[in-house]
């Protein structure tokens, strides 16, 4: 079996390394884990430090599109590099790599299409107020939209099975953490919460305004919510 960790990346040459490096490689004797690279423009040394990291596949875009475009391109290219399961991790050491294989275990297991690294779960230390109160209020209303409860709705840590990678789908460029969910949960996809260890970040800047993320994010959940999406038949482990 075949496990793709992808990280989104933008400028963030001083933490990369460090991440790729803790990235369990060895999950179960029958599993090969690779690492993979979304460079998304940057104007730093990110590619370069996270080859020499080990990173083992590097994917560039020439100019910065997004967060969301860099996760739609990480899915994107694990299924084509014939990944049975993705892992998303933020390239900004605030997400546990150690804690990958807790979120493969019930992907493989059978027992969830889609997990998430839930902070509120685990520990929320550190974390600043405002960023604290604006990710209860968009997990808040994904909950709502899916009449089902969710602790992290933002949580930049994520696995994905092969299918879940297949049928994926981000609509807009800037970001992806509600549409993706609403895209995948309405789809039939099982979703999963697994707690992990949250750290703030001490090096780089998060590109996370709060009026430039209301501005694209509330638009893009309206558009997600509107439009007509059609429940997948979802395989079984056996299947995959």
């Not at 370069?48 to 997004?66: L, Q, S, T």
């Not at 990958?100 to 902070?119: F, K, N, Q």
């Not at 997990?139 to 099975?161: C, E, P």
């Not at 750290?199 to 009026?211: E, W």
């Amino acid at each position: 079996m075949k496990v793709i960790v992808f990280l989104p990346a933008h400028n963030e040459e001083e933490a990369i390394g460090d991440v790729i490096r803790r990235i369990p490689r060895h999950i179960e004797p029958n599993i090969d884990v690779y690492v993979l690279v979304v460079d998304d423009g940057s104007t730093d040394r990110t590619a370069h430090v996270a080859k020499e990291a080990g990173a083992d596949f590097i994917c560039r875009h020439e100019r910065n599109r997004g967060l969301g475009a860099a996760v739609r391109t990480g899915l994107q290219q694990c299924v084509e590099l014939g990944a049975d399961i993705g892992v998303m991790i933020d390239a900004d050491n605030e997400y546990p790599p150690e804690q990958i294989p807790d979120l493969v275990m019930p992907i493989l297991r059978g027992e969830a299409d889609y997990t998430m690294g839930s902070r509120f779960l685990g520990t929320i230390h550190g974390m600043k107020w405002h960023r604290r109160m604006g990710n209860y209020m968009f997990t808040l209303i994904q909950s709502l939209l899916l009449k089902t409860w969710i602790y992290d709705g933002q949580s930049g840590m994520r696995a994905f099975s092969r299918q879940a990678m297949e049928e994926a789908e981000i609509i807009h460029d800037y970001n992806y953490a509600q549409v993706l969910t609403l895209n995948l949960v309405r789809k039939g996809f099982r979703l999963k919460e697994v707690p992990i260890v949250y750290q703030v970040r001490t090096t780089g800047q998060s590109f996370i305004k709060f009026t430039a993320y209301m501005k694209h994010v509330l638009p893009a959940i309206v558009k997600e919510m509107c439009r007509p999406v059609k429940r997948k038949y979802i395989r079984s482990a056996q299947q995959r």
